[in-house]
């Protein structure tokens, strides 16, 4: 089925046959510039510049499948059309006039696309498998995948460093805040991602630094999070509510509702109350940390950062109240900080040098991630049966945007893999 969105491709790259054109109104017609694609209201194409029988006109060109789309989305009736020089059609089923009464010329590419890209088209929209280029993704070119996976990892990293700008706003450009708060959402992986985030936004940074020792920080936290909420004969749990209390009426906090933290289908190692510990002795024993990431010069001194662990008494619990036979130290494991880094650290550091123009730093954000191992997740497990091998998370990140924000979407007209396999 015929699409405007493969119209634009075509008529952008002119994907037709441009020899000898004539109008529907058979008129002699070249193209000198096709224009620029308008992705707002209005006409199509602007800045665009045409000849008909020798004349020359810049102008605005509109697209559609049929001539009669034109009236169809009423732009007869819509002055913003009013300087279109141009209708390009695929089908031209009825005459098109200006407001003047004067046929609108008109280009039919019905004869002039060759079937091979229309077919290329068809099998990539219409592809049933994991993504639609699935059957034909072992055909590409090593080079413009590895040309396109570089793209898409900046693609990425502006992306992402646009919802950090945002967030950055709302604490008034404070980055060690916007750092906190990035750290907690992240802490809590998807399943308590939100409540982390509402937790770091509950609880100003402001406040923990204030506290240099351990109980002080946990106590703020676990009682904010709504963990000191209940009764409990617990020592430990006892301590941290008495330290609250006291927190809580010094700085009017308010704590969060217990039943919004998820246990369910999480391993033991990433109960929320594991991972409120360790952050608490995270910022209890690095503070500042996202001015000390900055300093840092290699990757190891980044992870090593992040090396910290629950207080003493989880070792022997993953809830309140419910101690375990196994006494275990609960420590950060590697490929947890890998995945913070890769999600936390690199994106904020991209966005700081974005902001600051610091090149230098730009480019450690990138290194970072081609430095650590690609992450483990369904999408990278899928590209590698297709044949897709990655070395390292600057890939593995580029791939999860390739999915998630084209292959699913099928915007293949936009991917470079589609453009390739069209033409090819």
């Known amino acids: 089925m015929m699409s405007e969105e493969f119209l634009y491709y075509v008529w952008t ?34 800045n665009s510049m045409i000849q008909i029988d020798g004349t ?13 789309d034109w009236y169809k989305h009423k732009h007869q009736s819509d002055a913003a059309y009013n300087n279109v020089i141009l209708h390009v059609v695929y089908n031209h089923d009825t005459t098109v006039c200006r407001a003047n009464g004067q046929p609108l010329p008109t280009l039919e590419l ?22 639609p280029c699935g059957n034909q993704v072992k055909k590409l070119d090593s080079f413009v995948l590895q040309n396109w996976l570089d793209r898409l990892v900046i693609e990425r990293l502006e992306r992402k460093s646009a919802e950090i700008d945002s967030i950055l706003i709302n604490n008034k450009n404070n980055w060690e805040e916007t750092f906190f708060q990035l750290l907690l959402k992240y802490f809590g992986l998807k399943v308590n991602a939100e409540p982390f985030y509402i937790l770091a936004k509950n609880t100003p940074l402001k ?93 190891p001194q980044i992870q090593q950062l992040f090396l910290v662990k629950a207080s003493t008494y989880w070792d022997e619990h993953y809830q309140f109240e419910k101690k375990q036979i196994e006494k275990k130290v609960k420590n950060t494991g590697q490929l947890f900080i890998n995945n913070l880094i890769i999600n936390v650290v690199v994106p904020i550091i991209f966005s700081y ?6 090149e230098t730093l730009k480019s450690k954000s990138i290194l970072l991630l081609e430095q650590l191992l690609p992450e483990k997740n369904n999408i990278i497990s899928n590209f590698n049966t297709l044949g897709i091998r ?20 099928k915007k293949c007209l936009q991917c470079s893999i589609g453009n390739y396999l069209i033409k090819n």
């Open 13 to 46: 790259y002119k994907l037709f046959n441009t020899t000898e054109l004539k109008t529907v109104q058979n008129e002699a017609l070249k193209i000198i510039k096709q224009g620029q694609r308008n992705t707002d209201s209005g006409p199509d194409f602007f």
């Open 207 to 299: 406040i923990i630094e204030k506290h240099n020792n351990l109980l002080s920080v946990e106590a703020l936290l676990f009682g904010q999070a709504g963990f000191l909420n209940t009764d409990c004969s617990d020592e430990y749990h006892l301590e941290l509510k008495k330290e609250y209390h006291f927190l809580k009426a010094k700085f009017n906090l308010a704590p969060l509702d217990k039943s919004i933290w998820k246990f369910l289908r999480l391993r033991p190692s990433n109960f929320p109350t594991i991972r409120i510990s360790q952050l608490a002795y995270l910022l209890t024993n690095q503070p500042r940390i996202f001015a000390q990431i900055l300093d840092c010069s290699s990757l």
């Open 353 to 358: 040098a974005s902001a600051t123009k610091n």
């Open 110 to 131: 019905k004869t002039k696309i060759r079937h091979e890209f229309i077919d290329s088209y068809s099998k990539l929209i219409n592809g049933k498998s994991w993504i």
């Open 390 to 409: 990655i070395k390292n998370s600057l890939q593995s990140q580029a791939l999860i945007e390739l999915k998630t924000n084209y292959c699913t979407q």
């Open 56 to 68: 020359t006109w810049a102008g605005n060109v509109e697209i559609h499948v049929n001539s009669s």
